[in-house]
């Protein structure tokens, strides 16, 4: 069976472009969460969505927004590239909203 | 707020040569305690979950210890492919998703042959 599935694996744009992150979950999984990792940090959270609704939203500016699909993929967009924004994106899906998440392998995404 | 902060930061240790790596956290009830695996340029895989004080979880060299405030990742005989950054995590409190997962900054294990 396909894990989560993440495209593109790598990226690089300039300050001040938009990027669109794509994920696909797991067969049969309903909920998907956006994290990003800076290099030698942990992953923080951005988004979860559920059922196509959005059920969190974490500490990061109205420049990254995201939304699901009926399919339950889902896109992260990122408006007005900064440097900072340049980091591992990880998609994770879980069967619903309290159940173990798996992860996707990233996109690597480089702002210059 | 949550917080997870772990130690050490990066841990270099020869075939063979056991030890442990800690997760502590400070949360508002906890709901369980996350340990996952991550190799370079890869995503985090899922390792164990921990439930309540003194739970332990053990998988082939890996085993996981809990108390009221901190976690353990004891690594027994360690093989050069246990290289990786170990991460452990919290979700939020009851009532909100565990997709909003609270990570800690990771230890960077090195196991030379």
């Known amino acids: 069976d396909a894990g989560v599935t993440q495209s593109p694996t790598h990226l690089i744009k300039t300050r001040g472009q938009q990027v669109t992150l794509r994920c696909s979950p797991i067969?049969?999984?309903?909920?998907v969460s956006w994290y990003q990792q800076v290099l030698g940090q942990g992953p923080q959270f951005i988004f979860q969505y559920y059922e196509k609704e959005e059920r969190g939203r974490g500490n990061f500016p109205d420049r990254f927004s995201a939304r699901q699909f009926p399919n339950y993929s889902s896109e992260l967009n990122v408006n007005a590239l900064l440097l900072g924004d340049s980091a591992l994106y990880l998609c994770?899906?879980?069967?619903?909203?309290?159940?173990?998440?798996?992860f996707g392998s990233g996109t690597q995404l480089s702002v210059l | 707020e949550d917080q997870v902060t772990q130690s050490p930061e990066a841990l270099r240790l020869q075939e063979g040569e056991s030890s442990s790596l800690n997760c502590s956290y400070t949360v508002s009830g906890l709901r369980g305690l996350f340990w996952y695996r991550q190799d370079p340029g890869k995503g985090p895989e899922f390792l164990f979950t921990?439930?309540?004080a003194g739970e332990e979880k053990e998988k082939e060299r890996l085993k996981a210890t809990l108390t009221k405030k901190e976690s353990f990742l004891h690594i027994t005989a360690p093989k050069p492919e246990d290289s990786a950054t170990y991460l452990c995590a919290t979700p939020p409190p009851r009532g909100t998703s565990y997709g909003k997962l609270t990570f800690g900054q990771g230890t960077i294990l090195t196991v030379h042959p």
């Open positions: 067969s049969g999984h309903k909920s």
């Open positions: 921990l439930y309540s």
């Open positions: 994770a899906s879980s069967f619903d909203q309290n159940t173990q998440l798996f």
